[in-house]
């Protein structure tokens, strides 16, 4: 089977750096992905990493190591609209998987 | 593009009847699948299809069918409701089954009383 875990809730303050952890048992595996949701609203990409190592788009950058089944979210200069659910997703062949969420308050 | 579309918003069922979710997509996406969520839990993938013709069962497929004859609608239906079928249904696609990045339309929130 495959399971994700990730922490249920997480607050930073407005400028600062946070991390959102994942972990991850799959029996086969292409890749971590990561969505955010905000509340009422539908899920949007924001990373995918197959290979170990960093990616980094604009403020957010996604972090993959295959070997510790772990993988990280890190979000820079927080703003107050990146309040929301983060998810990560394992793909493994036609099917996705997806954690539990991490909701991200952001204060002022 | 309209991208991901899906009917209706909302909806209310009584236990035991049959709905259909409507989902379709303009982006000739051939990967499409649906998900449901629980309140504050992830997304549990119900249905997947890599193509027209073909469809496939994900992680909780008990009580939902599917079929796929357009590459641009995927309804799914719902053969006799229940209560612990009460929950928001999110349509998503993507180019194909190796393209990570999926697409998701704006959700169908379901009560089953």
């Known amino acids: 089977g495959q399971s994700l875990e990730q922490p249920s809730e997480v607050t930073a303050v407005e400028g600062a750096i946070v991390q959102i952890n994942c972990t991850y048992q799959t029996s086969g595996f292409y890749g971590l992905s990561w969505y955010q949701q905000h509340d009422g609203g539908a899920p949007t990409f924001l990373s995918y990493n197959a290979l170990d190592g960093l990616e980094e788009t604009g403020r957010f950058s996604s972090f993959l190591s295959r070997s510790d089944s772990y993988g990280y979210l890190l979000l820079q200069e927080l703003q107050m609209k990146d309040s929301a659910s983060y998810f990560c997703?394992?793909?493994?062949?036609?099917?996705?998987?997806f954690g539990p969420g991490t909701r991200l308050s952001v204060l002022p | 593009n309209a991208g991901v579309t899906q009917t209706p918003k909302f909806q209310v069922l009584k236990t035991g009847q049959s709905m259909t979710l409507q989902c379709a997509q303009d982006m000739n996406h051939e990967y499409m699948s649906w998900y449901r969520q629980d309140p504050g839990m992830g997304l549990r993938l119900i249905h997947y299809?890599?193509?027209?013709?073909?469809?496939d069962q994900g992680e909780v497929p008990n009580g939902y069918n599917v079929s796929r004859s357009t590459t641009e609608d995927f309804p799914l239906r719902l053969l006799s409701a229940a209560p612990s079928q009460t929950s928001v249904y999110f349509c998503?696609?993507?180019?194909?089954?190796?393209?990570?990045?999926?697409?998701f339309g704006p959700g169908t929130r379901l009560t089953v009383l």
């Open positions: 299809s890599v193509g027209a013709g073909i469809t």
């Open positions: 998503a696609s993507s180019y194909s089954q190796d393209h990570n990045e999926q697409f």
């Open positions: 997703a394992v793909s493994h062949g036609q099917n996705f998987v």
